[in-house]
């Protein structure tokens, strides 16, 4: 079993910056690839960015490409999500999950995630 809980989030002015913190709970932090997704109000929730299980891989939806940073410390057993650039649209809540893998890349479907955090919200004012 693994706990999630998200700290972070904020109202911000667009073109500022957020960084999100993922803490987990449980063995066994550096078998899960660990990701960030987020609902914005009437969407269905998306994929940000994830990283593998050992922080040498991620990957990233495009629309945060060059803006978001994803980083994990497994001797911590938090992940982290650096936001920079942001924009209204970037408004949703964040969730954090972790998803056992036996591979090295990061995961990017929700359908792989094992464990989810409660959320944090984000605002970006315009």
């Known amino acids: 079993q693994v706990q999630l809980v998200e700290s972070g989030g904020g109202l911000v002015q667009a073109g500022g910056s957020l960084r999100l913190s993922c803490a987990a709970s449980g063995r066994m932090f550096s078998s899960y690839a660990m990701g960030w997704f987020r609902q914005a109000p009437g969407k269905e929730r998306e994929f940000v960015s994830g990283?593998?299980?050992?922080?040498?891989?991620?990957d990233y939806a495009d629309p945060v490409k060059g803006r978001f940073t994803i980083s994990r410390d497994n001797a911590k057993n938090t992940v982290y999500l650096q936001m920079n650039s942001l924009k209204p649209e970037d408004t949703a809540v964040y969730f954090c999950?972790?998803?056992?893998?036996?591979?090295?890349?990061?995961?990017?479907?929700?359908?792989?995630?094992?464990?989810w955090g409660q959320g944090t919200q984000v605002s970006v004012s315009s």
């Open positions: 999950a972790a998803g056992w893998t036996d591979t090295i890349v990061p995961l990017t479907t929700a359908h792989r995630y094992d464990y």
């Open positions: 990283i593998g299980r050992n922080g040498g891989s991620t």
